[in-house]
């Protein structure tokens, strides 16, 4: 009987093996390597020890599956139809990475239930991991009751060695020790390949001390090819221990079967070929035909249905239970997971009149997050070690997100920008209501553009909260003071970035991204003060842009601003306008969602016979020429800042009202 | 008298402390507390080891310092100034953070001689330090004979908590443990503070284990606040150990001296304040006036004026020792160090008609990197981990740049684009006439902006590699295809941004790339062919943009095409000639060029009285509206991409002659 089972063991690994390289021949573009070497650690972990439940992918208390190496996606495809996703049928593994297939050549979320997150940029997929994880402490410690549980999952990560190269991972991984954050469990394939070639030229370092030295629980199976018992005892290690993060080092061979291309680059990223297919299956002796499933593995692999369907029904009791026992917290449960908001989320939002102090936008910002915090039970978020310059703090509330208190929301990231961010991403692809936060200087929304381009790509309503919005950051100098940076994120698909010009389109800014759950918001807000508006309005930011002020009868010059030039647009008019101008203002706190107006709206506001035009932003001019044309103007941004009082920056580079009337004036002449 | 030197000792490093609370107050702006913290560790190293010269900060063969915490940069000019730096007077002190100052806010290697990187944000400078040790292992592996050296110097580095969060310090440490990079050494100003409060909030990893697993040596000082002794005896052991890089951890109080302040956050980024500094100045015992320096500590500190005189006139005889037995090699050297190119280095550079294949222009570019390679000994880069995607070897050279082999050039940079990026800013800061290049696929960019922006800022001649430019990347899918990528970069001032829409336009981006030494190209490549056009320029490219294609006579519509979408733009004019349209078609490889041009030449290419006009490029249309203003038109990518083969993307997201054609008519209709 043991040898039988070991067999159909081999058999299930081997079926894993083949679909990847039979999809990859077809389509004649993929990554063999990784599947072929992975898939004994994939068929344990899948087989073993997750909890899921193939016919309801998403099922809330399942366990987390993330392949941070997301060019092996074929191991992912290949497990997802084995246990049975209706995602993925044998028909949809033939279409393997053509148009409108559910197999794309990277895990994507939104193309594929059954993925939990979309990779394939390097380092990225173990660090939303972390957020995973977080999310579950979080909700954990906020709802189950000594009594009664119904948070209660594990986050499993399959990276590579790429993964651990890049910094992002680091970042994330260190983060993740300091937090304890035990339900997290890497598999990390060592195959010690790359695309450049052996791991030893470019990466000889002790990982597993590393990750030591994070605080991680540390492992090493040393035959990942074949060794499944291995295996699965780390993992039930792994699992047992609570109070850290773990990683099990598997050591395989990339491409593994295949005999002249094992353990070489040349297996990384390119199909294996009719010739040396033939001879893998012989190495393998495997004797089915391309695509072909044996029904002993697809017998083996479903119990997973069955499997899934009582860990679903048994945790429905529980929660039936847990409602029963605690009506209150199973009702915010319940909404939270729905992603409904609560009644009333958004009453406290603060509005202005021009009466009211004019304060920073990042100080409305942090008046925004407090009088959302009590109503917004699912906000949580923090800052990479800005706190106090981004006031990302929420009013009332103390303590931490820390091992003892993951029941707090409040995120202490370090100096990690692009782990933030990831983590962020992470939250959210948890999908239980969440709503993910996170402050840094706009600036150094470099740092981690490469997440922030996945929270869009991947439809993830995550909000950045990124202060100190250009020259006005001052003394800091240029290396700290944006030029480019709003650009170009307004450049990034599916993103709103919002520049608001006052405390009203401050909180009109977050009541549009509260709600917008299936994208990102970037809060682009000032260091320096800014006057409230007469005009300015809550709910007019959702048009993206809106005539701010306005004159009689047809304008002969529309002034656009936003943030803290808006205002020198306004002051600008009024004397324009004292001198027999006819002058518009536009305000533009949010160029997409100006973009998404009907073609009626947005010629009412810029008719486009009106071609004397000018923005004004402390910022490159990049992307304003949509709105200007060839016949408008700008006051903006075309070198680096300078190190200086933020007064001084802003009047040295042209940011004053004289020097908007003095340009209104040449193009009205 | 050793109690009097020890005495000495002390007013030194407290001149430091003081020069830096003196300065913040006055500028009511800036960062004490590592100043504070960190005068002794900084006294230590540049009064009894750091080789430089300060009346020739220039002069080759000094030591290297870089502040990687660069918020504390008043540690670097009180130390210039104590030094006797020309660059920094006590009145540019007094001047700090003001406007036109030589003491910007972060140090800045473009405001002040002597500053050698500039830094500010975190990880950065440690990154770019392992750049510079890479430079000096390489000229000193090239050039140094065993009877004459002539490169010889350490790189210094002060780095904080900030620093060794940040992914990017992880993935260069990393490799410069790979790499056995033993003359560099690292100062970490462990004060267990950060800006969020006590490093325990997010930060408790065992720093020194982790850079044990990169291979490095590493130390502990116990008290560096008062210990000087322990911090000279480390840097000593450092100094001895040539086959590891060396971290030194020395545990500081950050604001030392300051008795309410210090060990607090509150002392990271805000001035003592009066009330502060006085009680600062008794707990110090400090009786002089602000900015007064004690002559005693002048004349102390001053020694190093003698002392780097003195090594540079010895230096200058190794050299002219090294002139007359190695004449060849000498005269290289000095070529390099004056930054001039060799006689004929472009002379093979291909050119090519429209007769000749069509290729990738990525390919284009190894073709360009082989011709270049054999005359220019100064090109140095490799991949982080795409070689055989980028495309990035020189043809015919074998082995890489390694411990055993650091005379060689191509660098293995391992999957970490952003220390990638930081190393090819150290390489350039080396001022060796090193001209450094690295290649990933474009989109993944963003994982190295923060770096990229430094190039531009700080004005580094690095040549960035970045293929795979489009949705023509096919298969990968949309984590892989850049669509707001080429905006985002031509956004970043000082940054040249080349889309080649050939072979001829790709040597002229080389040509061009290679001759600016004070500001970063980046070469956007395609992974797919295109072909060569009759009339494209290898020296057109210099203009930015050129008429590629013209009509008889006043075109009525103009294509602006790019990259791999110039051909679509040329097969539509010829039909639409065919059908009796006036086309021109525009070829614009370098938008930034194209606009240095006169006004009078950007006329003649696109008279401001022929409205329409149609860019084709597979990106966001996100900045052309400069060119097509609100009457034109393009065929853009507006949402990411998708998994499929590329001509299927291609042509799936409208980039075909019919797709070009059709717009046109419309936008003539």
């Known amino acids: ?55 309801n992918p998403k099922w809330f208390n399942r366990d987390r599956f993330v392949l941070s190496a997301g060019h092996g996606c074929m191991l992912v495809y290949a497990l997802l139809h084995l246990t049975g996703y209706e995602s993925v049928s044998i028909e949809d593994i033939k279409q393997f990475r053509q148009w409108g297939s ?123 090819d074949t060794d499944c018992d291995s295996i699965e005892k780390a993992i039930e290690i792994a699992k047992s221990v609570k109070d850290q993060p773990s990683i099990i080092k598997v050591s395989t061979t990339i491409g593994y079967g295949s005999p002249n291309k094992s353990d070489t680059a040349g297996v990384h990223g390119a199909p294996l070929g009719a010739e040396e297919t033939e001879l893998t299956r012989q190495k393998l002796g495997w004797t089915y035909e391309a695509f072909e499933v044996p029904d002993e593995v697809y017998n083996h692999f479903r119990q997973a249905v069955q499997r899934g369907s009582d860990l679903e029904s048994s945790w429905n009791q529980d929660l039936a239970k847990y409602k029963n026992k605690y009506p209150k917290e199973a009702a915010e449960f319940e909404r939270m997971v729905r992603g409904e908001l609560p009644q009333g989320w958004d009453k406290d939002l603060p509005s ?4 009211d102090k004019g304060l920073a936008s990042r100080k409305h910002s942090q008046i925004c997050l407090g009088s959302l915090g009590p109503h917004l039970p699912e906000l949580i978020g923090g800052s990479a070690d800005l706190t106090h310059s981004n006031y990302t703090d929420i009013k009332g509330e103390t303590g931490s997100f820390q091992a003892h208190s993951p029941e707090k929301r409040y995120l202490h990231f370090g100096v990690r920008e692009h782990a933030m961010a990831a983590i962020l991403n992470g939250i959210a692809y948890h999908n239980s209501g969440l709503i ?20 869009a790509l991947s439809e993830l309503g995550v909000i950045y909260v990124l202060t100190h919005d250009s020259i006005g950051v001052g003394e800091d100098g240029p290396t700290h003071q944006p030029i480019e940076t709003i650009p170009s994120l307004r450049a990034i698909p599916n993103m709103l970035v919002f520049r608001p010009g006052d405390g009203n389109e401050t909180s009109g800014a977050y009541k549009i991204a509260i709600k917008n759950r299936n994208r990102p ?51 600008a008019a009024k004397t324009l306008t004292e001198e027999g101008h006819k002058v518009r203002v536009v305000s533009m706190p949010c160029i997409e969602l100006f973009e998404e107006q009907a073609e009626s709206y947005k010629e009412e506001v810029l008719p486009s016979n009106i071609r004397k035009r000018m923005v004004v932003e402390a910022a490159e001019s990049f992307g304003w020429h949509k709105y200007i044309g060839l016949d408008g103007d700008s006051v903006t941004m075309s070198r680096f800042g300078a190190s200086a009082p933020g007064g001084t920056c802003m009047k040295q580079f042209g940011f004053t009202v004289e020097n908007v009337i003095s340009k209104s004036k040449k193009l009205l002449s």
Chains 1, 2 share one sequence.
């Open 102 to 224: 559910k197999t794309p050549g990277h895990p994507e979320t939104f193309e594929t239930p059954g993925v939990e997150v979309t990779t394939g940029p390097l380092g990225a997929g173990i660090s939303n991991a972390v957020g995973l994880a977080i999310a579950e402490a979080h909700l954990a410690a906020k709802f189950n009751k000594p009594d009664a549980s119904i948070v209660d999952h594990y986050t499993y990560v399959v990276m590579g060695d790429g993964c651990n190269q890049e910094g992002i991972s680091s970042e994330a991984c260190s983060l993740a020790g300091h937090l304890k954050l035990g339900k997290l469990i890497a598999l990390y394939d060592d195959n010690r390949i790359t695309i450049d070639g052996r791991t030893d030229v470019s990466f000889t370092e002790d990982v597993l001390k590393r990750y030591e030295a994070y605080g991680w629980h540390v492992q090493h199976v040393q035959d990942g």
């Open 436 to 455: 993910p936060y996170g402050g840094t200087f706009l600036v150094f929304a470099d740092y981690m553009r490469g997440s922030m381009r996945l929270s």
């Open 521 to 571: 918001s970037a809060l682009c807000l000032s260091r320096q003060g800014m006057a409230n508006q007469a005009n300015s309005s809550i709910d007019k930011v959702s048009l993206g842009g809106y005539v701010l002020e306005d004159c009689e009868g047809t304008p002969e010059l529309i002034l656009i601003g936003t943030g803290t030039e808006l205002d020198l647009c306004v002051q």
């Open 352 to 355: 202005y009149t021009s009466l």
């Open 1 to 55: 009987m043991v040898a039988a089972t070991a067999s159909l063991d081999t058999l299930c690994i081997n079926s894993i093996r083949m679909l990847a390289v039979d999809a990859i021949n077809k389509s004649n573009s993929g990554h063999p390597g990784l599947p072929m070497g992975c898939a004994p650690m994939g068929y344990a972990l899948w087989d073993k020890f997750l909890r899921h439940n193939p016919k």
